[in-house]
């Protein structure tokens, strides 16, 4: 498809925040034959985009074309191999993309952590996207590439897989605007429209077969606190959980239920032994629940959004590359064997990390097609570009390292 289109990749967001730190990104990173293209709403914003990116971008194509504007949208989707998208609310402004893509042939990846959003791409554009070969690819960025290349890789060294807890061990980053948009717009959706709340609480919500799944218990997301024996720390709620556990039984689910039908997947945060790690863990879980019941009323939203980052905003530069994340995945076989995975990366989980993420997703989805899996449709970026991305973020300097956990620990 490469030699036949005009581009490899086009960036469509490239003058917001994270649009711009990917577009910086591929300037660096990319190799030189590499056929790139800026996108956005404003050609004036495009050009000071490029001029800033320095003589790498200089031949770098623009094309100015709104997200409600589908006839723009088509054309841009023609015209390159692969789409990565910063542009959100996915569910607000994200549909005409895939819907352009899913009908052109034109592979994509965005950063939503929008479950609704997912349900819906899923629901309308699977079947045109299979039948043009098109991979659909949510959630290239810390949602949920940690989450779903790190099991994808761990299944692949250990075979079948039981009990699964990805940990987060360490972090530090800012708050993302972009993900509190995304939070503002589920909580209106669910107020508008309050069925929506049993597809949230589903843990299967994303499944390609819900009826097939398997019936394991509970497997509701960690609300409050936990002591690990194993371990040796407290867990406490990860924020992101409802989103990534979703993508990855999804992507369990897409490979025939390869990790296995045991695969009991939940996703938590360490926060230390003691009574000092308790408090933690339960302040955490009561900070979400605070922040969740805040958006939902208007007097306390609105003090919020006075005060919270808005969509498009960022941290300062030093920030970006100096924050981090260390993620551990551990797992059991259903023979009691016990394995991890260490995800680890330098740079702001939600900006300098992801803006790797999502530029080799883009990079993989355009250059890489013959070592891709041999599907189409609506996937997540374990089923459509594997153990090839994995290799790829391994080569940019992160780490996806899989061994047999120490039973003496």
């Not at 079948?160 to 990805?166: H, S, Y």
């Not at 960690?222 to 990855?248: H, I, K, Q």
């Not at 702001?348 to 992801?354: I, L, N």
């Amino acid at each position: 498809m490469t030699a036949t289109r005009e581009l490899d990749v086009v960036l469509y967001g490239a003058t917001g925040f994270v649009g711009k730190l990917t577009a910086e990104y591929l300037a660096r990173a990319a190799p030189d034959d590499v056929r790139i293209g800026l996108a956005g709403r404003s050609q004036e914003k495009l050009e000071r985009v490029r001029e800033e990116l320095g003589a790498r971008a200089a031949d770098w194509p623009l094309i100015v074309a709104d997200s409600e504007d589908g006839a723009a949208l088509a054309e841009l989707a023609a015209r390159t191999t692969a789409v990565a998208t910063t542009v959100g609310p996915y569910r607000r402004y994200g549909a005409a993309l895939v819907e352009a893509c899913a009908a052109a042939g034109t592979h994509y990846a965005d950063l939503t952590g929008e479950t609704l959003f997912m349900r819906e791409t899923i629901q309308r554009f699977d079947p045109p996207a299979k039948a043009s070969g098109a991979r659909i690819v949510h959630t290239c960025g810390f949602d949920s590439i940690p989450s779903d290349i790190g099991v994808l890789v761990l299944h692949e060294a250990a075979g079948e897989l039981a009990d699964t807890t990805l940990v987060l061990r360490r972090v530090k980053g800012g708050v993302s605007g972009g993900t509190l948009a995304s939070m503002k717009g589920t909580v209106d959706d669910v107020k508008r429209d309050r069925s929506l709340a049993r597809v949230l609480a589903d843990p299967y919500a994303l499944s390609p077969d819900r009826d097939a799944e398997p019936k394991l218990g509970n497997e509701a997301d960690l609300r409050g606190a936990e002591y690990s024996e194993e371990l040796g720390t407290w867990f406490g709620p990860f924020v992101m959980a409802p989103v990534n556990t979703r993508v990855v039984r999804r992507s369990n689910a897409l490979q025939d239920w390869a990790y296995g039908r045991r695969f009991r997947y939940r996703e938590v945060m360490a926060f230390g032994s003691g009574v000092t790690g308790r408090a933690k863990a339960l302040g955490v879980g009561g900070g979400m629940a605070a922040l969740a019941a805040g958006l939902a009323l208007p007097p306390s939203r609105f003090a919020l959004d006075r005060v919270l980052p808005g969509p498009g905003a960022g941290p300062k530069e030093e920030l970006v590359r100096e924050g981090f994340f260390v993620i551990e995945i551990h797992a059991r076989t259903p023979a009691d064997e016990r394995w991890v995975c260490r995800v680890e990366a330098q740079g702001d989980p939600g900006y300098g990390a992801t803006r790797v993420m999502l530029g080799q997703s883009a990079l993989c989805l355009a250059l890489d097609g013959d070592r891709l899996p041999e599907r189409a449709g609506v996937l997540t970026p374990a089923t459509a570009m594997g153990s090839v991305l994995a290799d790829r973020l391994r080569a940019a300097g992160q780490t996806f390292d899989v061994s047999p956990a120490d039973r003496t620990r």
